[in-house]
């Protein structure tokens, strides 16, 4: 079956079978929806396949020429456009045309990935009209782009239209579990919340460093029997990294308010099925409920905060200072 390590996109991935079952492809697809929820993850696949000298039940093989060039990056039939700073730009796609000119070099089939094509303006956007309308033979487009609205229109009407869609949160967890497999339940679902079933989006979190800033602010919690001065050493030391956090710092904020939510939860008994992570059960242990419940409070004074422009410095302090137990200086 093709496709079959990717999880959800149900009606994408039934499109697009169908089609390569048939061998009926369009000539430019254009993938869209939400960033993060598999639209380059399935081009590539299907890339792979379509390269794959012999294919087995519909999978590439792994072991042909075809294969071994593509995985190793240097298949001379796969082009990959990104853009070029904020935006694909008109001299992309003229090199692009260039290239075009040519038959492909190996295989029956070329194949142009191009990402983001959101961040086409209209002139380069109007030099790929002639291309995408009749592109020289042999060759497959496929483009991926944020839809709402987003995309020129004169590019989304010339291509075949393969929707995406966030995901279920408990898929979107289970995709975060698989790429990252030392996070707990409770943490992959947190995040698969936050970023709307967008798995992608959540895994970026993660890139920008906020899930290992939020594992050790977590991780320091068990630490809380520590001396007052150390405590506080190490509460201010992280309130800096929480402040330099940037764009992180709300999602940040909103992982830690779901985990004292689940500290809470772990009170009443709920999770016990699922099991409670050991970090959690020690936040059990060392707050009864009135101070979870103020632990949260801090968070949701720290978010409005920040929504009012309070300085991030001096609101991550405060917060972390409350988390660990110190008083205030
Ligand atoms: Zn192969």
Redesign the pocket.
């Known amino acids: 079956m093709a496709f079959s390590s990717i999880l959800g996109q149900a009606k994408a991935l039934t499109l697009l079978s169908r089609a390569l079952a048939s061998g009926r492809l369009a000539h430019a697809y254009l993938f869209s929806g939400p960033d993060g929820v598999g639209k380059t993850t399935v081009a590539l696949d299907m890339a792979a396949m379509l390269l ?4 087995e039940e519909g999978r ?5 020429p ?2 071994l060039k593509y995985r190793s990056g240097n298949h001379p039939d796969f082009m990959r456009i990104r853009p070029d700073g904020a935006a694909i730009k008109i001299d992309q796609v003229r090199e692009l045309k260039k290239a075009l000119n040519f038959a492909p070099f190996e295989s029956g089939l070329r194949i142009v990935l191009l990402e983001e094509v959101q961040t086409m303006r209209r002139e380069a956007g109007n030099s790929l009209l002639k291309v995408l309308e009749e592109p020289p033979p042999d060759n497959l487009l496929i483009l991926t782009g944020t839809g709402a609205g987003a995309i020129l229109d004169t590019i989304v009407s010339r291509c075949q239209v393969i929707p995406f869609a966030p995901l279920p949160l408990d898929l979107a967890a289970e995709i975060i579990r698989q790429r990252r497999p030392e996070l707990d339940t409770a943490g992959s679902e947190a995040l698969a919340a936050l970023a709307d079933g967008c798995p992608g989006q959540a895994l970026a979190f993660e890139a920008d460093g906020i899930l290992l800033l939020y594992r050790r602010i977590v991780a320091a919690f068990g630490t809380l029997q520590d001396k007052p001065a150390i405590r506080t050493e190490r509460a201010l030391a992280l309130a800096v990294e929480l402040a330099e956090a940037k764009e992180g710092l709300e999602p940040l904020l909103a992982l830690l308010r779901i985990f004292f939510k689940n500290a809470m939860a772990a009170h009443a008994g709920y999770a016990s099925g699922r099991g409670v992570p050991p970090e959690v059960e020690q936040a059990r242990e060392r707050w009864n409920l009135t101070r979870l419940s103020a632990k949260i409070k801090t968070i949701d004074f720290a978010e409005q905060a920040l929504a009012r422009n309070c300085n991030r410095g001096l609101v991550s302090e405060v917060l972390l200072l409350d988390l660990f137990d110190c008083s205030p200086l």
């Open positions: 794959c000298r012999r294919p590439p093989c792994g072991r042909c075809g294969c």
